[in-house]
């Protein structure tokens, strides 16, 4: 069993997190123009794992899999799928809209552009 995000929820939050880390202090949009540089060079920011960049796809191809469970349906998903309940109030973020709601079309453009397939394969909406 492996978990996928939305790539626009997924986004904002790998932006989140490295400004938390202090690995950068950028806004959202100097943030998504390094990270066209960065998959087209693989210039990470320094002390980070390039990993975390990568689309859930790129995982899920290299890691054998029989359920994908999407982030945004948890916990009810992992619960019907394995019988066990989850605690989830304190350990996720929640967004009361989602973030195609609050990006412009470019951002958009930008983040379909990095995980076309992950749009492609677990069915999200553009």
Known sequence: MTVCRHPYERALSIWRWTNLRSLADRTFNEFLEGWLT??????????DDPYMYEPCSYWHDRFPHDEVIKFEEMPGSFEALTGVA??????????????????????????YAWAREDFRRYGYER
């Open 86 to 111: 989850l605690d989830w109030s304190e350990k996720t973020h929640t967004c009361e809209h989602p973030a195609r709601d609050s990006l412009n079309a470019d951002q958009r453009q930008i983040i």
């Open 38 to 47: 960065c998959f087209d060079t693989r210039d990470y920011i320094e002390g």
